[in-house]
């Protein structure tokens, strides 16, 4: 059922569109999840400001972010970018709140006792103590991004393996679409091997670190 869009080159270009959609929704909402969870878990008077927000925010399906986004984006890959992020954000946004709020004060009162600056206390503190919680974020965050990444190409049909599978469905080809499932479902599993393996890297040397425990 596959063959054909092998051949001419646009199963291989729509998983590459899936892929790329993916990793940079999965990253940005990494790095603004992360650097969120750091303020408002920090800071109490900024957690009580931004909380409303947050809350209203995650609490939106992300298939009804589908129909904005294209009216303020259009039908391309920033839109797809966009959604995905908002989506898988929150997980990770929380887990560093929380990572924040565990941090041993000890650690923090020998950096103080140290008279290490802000930027050293975040370098050689913070960020080694608050990356399982980030982590773990990611880790919950990464299967939510790829289904919103599929979901998203189902709904545009912008490029990637839901429009495929959206593209099949409405020229009649339930054997295409089946095939084309079983595709979504290997890139998940790929997704979930490279941060199972990335996880047993970073944390090689910190066992139980990585599932946010203290």
Not at 109 to 125: C, P, W, Y
Request: hydrophobic residues 55%; glycine residues 10%.
């Amino acid at each position: 059922a596959l063959i054909g869009l092998w051949e001419n080159g646009a199963l291989l270009a729509a998983v590459l569109a899936t892929l790329t959609t993916f990793c940079i929704g999965l990253g940005t909402a990494t790095v603004v999840g992360a650097v969120l969870g750091l303020v408002v878990g920090g800071s109490p008077g900024a957690d009580r400001a931004m909380s409303p927000t947050f809350e209203f925010a995650r609490a939106m399906p992300p298939a009804a972010m589908v129909p904005i986004a294209t009216l303020l984006l259009g039908y391309d890959e920033t839109m797809k970018v966009t959604v995905v992020t908002l989506a898988a954000i929150w997980a990770i946004l929380l887990n560093t709140r929380a990572g924040v709020r565990r941090i041993d004060q000890t650690l923090l009162d020998a950096a103080r006792s140290l008279q290490l600056g802000t930027v050293e206390r975040i370098r050689k503190v913070i960020v080694p103590a608050l990356l399982p919680a980030v982590f773990l974020g990611v880790r919950v965050a990464a299967p939510i991004a790829v289904v919103i990444t599929l979901l998203v190409e189902i709904l545009t049909h912008v490029e990637g393996v839901g429009a495929l599978i959206a593209q099949s469905q409405r020229t009649f080809q339930p054997a295409r679409v089946y095939a084309l499932i079983l595709v979504a479902g290997a890139l998940s599993l790929l997704v979930n091997g490279v941060l199972g393996m990335v996880e047993s890297h970073v944390f090689r040397y910190r066992p139980g670190k990585a599932d946010g425990s203290e």
